[in-house]
């Protein structure tokens, strides 16, 4: 499809937006990276997945259940230091600490896990894994998640490389207004806090959802989230239908960005029930996109066109194997794995610079 359909598609989805909370998307065809893969296995990411999904279709194609799949994907990027927003070497707190959110979602069975604050274990989509697996519980935070992972025999490690302590004493020593503690205002107030321009603070984070071959989703998020967040702030990530959910009849979906906007909308929950509606998966993370826009009130999260300034991300498949994303801000890459090749889509957004 040329840009200027695909410039139309998303002008309409913004135009059938405007008049209500959740409106009704005018009927339009697929944009390109939504084709059918049906029967096919499936696997979306953010777009710092590229080693994950490699690996995850890897596993499937030799038969894996899709939740061994993405967690083994997204454990490369866990493990890897020069991904400063996932695991080890991901930045710190503001106190130079760094801390850790993940969950899993395992279609077949309809389980979850989470863990949120962890410290000190770079692999916490496998602790996430653990809650699900061997506990009557679905999220477990801070030091009790810390200790949970060790009764499971995981190490402690210390998870800030000397990357991460360099860019995080960078950024403590020239604090000025960007960090999230905020004075007394009302929402009329607008400058107010963190400047939230568009990628300016580092959120990171990855998303994989895959489908696999006897037709089972699951999927899974994992971050070291807010950079210089105040210690104990947990994100979207590892709440179940914020920074991720799935229906194994329907779809899956899950995100990267802002997190605190995704917070207050359960947008990952919201797109599997879009979905389940009849939306198409870039439908579907463009009305999640809408709605986070228009449920805000605060002004401080506008710019001078009265746009909302945060940046998220969301990503989505399908039951029968179509996918798409869709942002607030224009630049919300994602990526797919079809069984043949990795492949790169542009979602569709709201807002342009
Ligand atoms: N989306 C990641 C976070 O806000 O923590």
Known sequence: ?????????????LLGATTTLIPAIPSFSFSEGAKSNAGKPIIISSANGKEAIKKAMEMIQQGSDALDAVIAGVNIVEDDPNDMSVGYG???????????????????????GSVASIRNIKNPS?????????SDHILIVGEGALRFAKAHGF?????????????????????????????????????IGGLFEPF????????????????NLSCTTTTSGLAYKIPGRVGDSPIIGAGLYLDNEVGSAGSTGRG????????????????????SPEQACMLAC??????????????????????????AINKQGEHGGASIWKGGKYIIHDGTDVKEFEGAYLYEK
């Open 1 to 13: 499809m040329n840009k200027t359909r695909r410039e139309f598609i998303k002008q309409s989805a």
């Open 90 to 112: 991901g930045l710190p707190n503001e106190e130079g600490v760094v801390e850790l959110d993940a969950a899993v979602m395992h279609g077949a069975t309809m389980r979850a």
């Open 126 to 134: 496998k602790v996430a894994r653990l809650v699900m697996e061997r």
């Open 155 to 191: 190490q402690e490690e210390n998870l800030l490389t000397e990357k991460a302590r360099e860019e995080w004493l960078k950024w403590k020593e020239n604090l000025s207004n960007q960090d999230d503690w905020l004075p007394q205002h009302s929402i009329e107030d607008k400058d």
């Open 200 to 215: 300016y603070r580092h959120y990171g984070t990855i998303h994989c959802s895959a489908l696999d071959k006897n037709g």
């Open 260 to 279: 605190e906007s995704n917070l207050f909308n359960c947008s990952s929950a919201m797109i599997v029930e879009y979905m389940r509606q009849g939306k």
């Open 290 to 315: 809408k709605r986070i826009v228009d449920h805000n009130k605060e002004k401080r999260l506008l710019d001078e066109k009265n746009r909302y300034k945060p940046q998220v991300k969301f990503y």
